[in-house]
């Protein structure tokens, strides 16, 4: 039974910075992709960034240069660095994990675990 798990939510400042954590469990290392997805109140849920099978990023235009995405292989963990934080970046922030092919990894629709969201507040 495949579980994520993300912590690390919380309020910041405009400018500031936040990381995200996912915590997986099920997922076999070689197969699933994970990504992060992001969703504003009366918002469309959109794709953040994620990575493939084989580790490579993909990210969205509106945080590229701004936010990381990294993982932790021995924990099962997936990070998201967040820097130079505006108020659009608002939002609750998922954690997603599927069979995905790259150039699919923006786009919700394709996965199919999720967890449970953390809130991503930032204050003008």
């Known amino acids: 039974q495949v579980q994520l798990v993300e912590s690390g939510g919380g309020s910041v400042q405009a400018g500031g910075s936040l990381r995200l954590s996912c915590a997986s469990a099920?997922?076999?290392?070689?197969?699933?992709?994970m990504a992060w997805f992001r969703q504003a109140p009366g918002k469309e849920r959109e794709g953040v960034g994620g990575?493939?099978?084989?580790?490579?990023?993909r990210y969205a235009d509106s945080v590229s240069g701004r936010f990381t995405i990294s993982k932790e292989s021995a924990k099962n963990t997936l990070y998201l660095q967040m820097t130079g934080l505006t108020p659009d970046d608002g939002a609750v922030y998922y954690c997603?994990?599927?069979?995905?092919?790259?150039?699919?990894?923006?786009?919700?629709?394709?996965?199919?675990?999720w967890g449970q969201g953390a809130q991503v507040t930032v204050s003008s």
């Open positions: 990575t493939d099978s084989s580790g490579a990023p």
């Open positions: 997603a994990a599927g069979r995905v092919p790259w150039w699919n990894l923006l786009t919700p629709t394709f996965f199919d675990y």
């Open positions: 099920g997922l076999t290392h070689g197969v699933h992709s």
